[in-house]
Nanobody, 125 residues
Framework: QVQLAESGGGLVQAGGSLSLSCTAP????????MGWFRQTPGKEREFVAA????????YYRDSVKGRFFISRDNAKNTALLQMNSLKPEDTGVYYC??????????????????WGQGTQVTVSS
């Protein structure tokens, strides 16, 4: 099982910024679509953002467009999620994900092959 390691969560005031990082082992990282999901208590996990294997295409849920930005560095096996203008409704556990089939588009949970352990993001009002 591939271990995706996330870091960068924390507590921030509304309007602030946080950056999440995800690293993965192995040589095949550069071939995967990478993404982020989030979950709040009582809700299902929801898609947040995804980036194609080359980094040439990115996808976002509507509520984060223009505020969140996903990027990747294949040389470092790292995917990043820069979150700006954070709102209390962005609070949740954020999971880094990988899709080995390199799907180009917003990810559904069934497409995800690997999940990170999750990192808490809390936005206070």
């Amino acid at each position: 099982q591939v271990q995706l390691a996330e870091s960068g969560g924390g507590l921030v005031q509304a309007g602030g910024s946080l950056s999440l990082s995800c690293t993965a082992p192995g040589r095949t990282f550069s071939m995967w679509t990478m993404g982020w999901f989030r979950q709040t208590p009582g809700k299902e996990r929801e898609f947040v953002a995804a980036i194609s294997w080359s980094g040439g295409s990115t996808y976002y849920r509507d509520s984060v467009k223009g505020r969140f930005f996903i990027s990747r560095d294949n040389a470092k096996n790292t995917a990043l999620l820069q979150m700006n203008s954070l709102k209390p409704e962005d609070t949740g556990v954020y999971y880094c994900v990988a899709d080995r089939d390199s799907y180009s588009g917003p990810l559904a949970t069934w497409r995800v092959d690997h999940w990170g352990q999750g990192t808490q993001v809390t936005v206070s009002s």
